[in-house]
């Protein structure tokens, strides 16, 4: 595997009514809802690093320490920074970095494993 520290990657998301914390019910108010900021961090984090796997292998995330930290509008444009910090076997450690323009919105550490897709979903029908 081709996986080294420094691995990053910059994705760039505008907001959808359909992502707002009153939309998806994680709240009341018509904001950017904190689970989504989680999945566009972890978006980000499986672009930095899917293209140095080995074919028939992915990253599945398994912890993520978030800090949201300030609200974001419908049609605010987010962009999302993620960078590699460690590797250790299997596991890998992201920082990431969330803002709206300059605003930092948001920022989060993220745990990823390295799995085999087959092994993975066979584990679905092995109850």
Do not use: W
């Not at 939309?23 to 972890?42: D, Q």
């Not at 920082?95 to 390295?114: C, Q």
Request: glycine letters at 4%; aromatic letters at 6%.
């Amino acid at each position: 595997m081709n996986l080294k520290t420094g691995l990053n990657a910059t994705s760039t998301f505008k907001i959808k009514s359909t992502e707002t914390a009153k939309f998806i019910k994680s709240g009341s108010l018509p904001v950017l809802a904190t689970p989504v900021l989680c999945a566009y961090i972890e978006e980000t984090c499986v672009k930095a690093s899917e293209n140095h796997l080995p074919k028939g292998f992915t990253t599945v995330g398994f912890h993520i320490e978030l800090d949201h930290i300030a609200p974001s509008a419908v049609n605010s444009e987010i962009s999302v920074v993620a960078k590699l910090i460690h590797v250790d076997g299997k596991k890998l450690e992201f920082e990431a970095i969330a803002k709206e323009k300059t605003k930092t919105i948001g920022h989060a550490k993220h745990l990823r494993m390295i799995v085999n897709k087959e092994k993975f979903i066979s584990k679905l029908s092995n109850k």
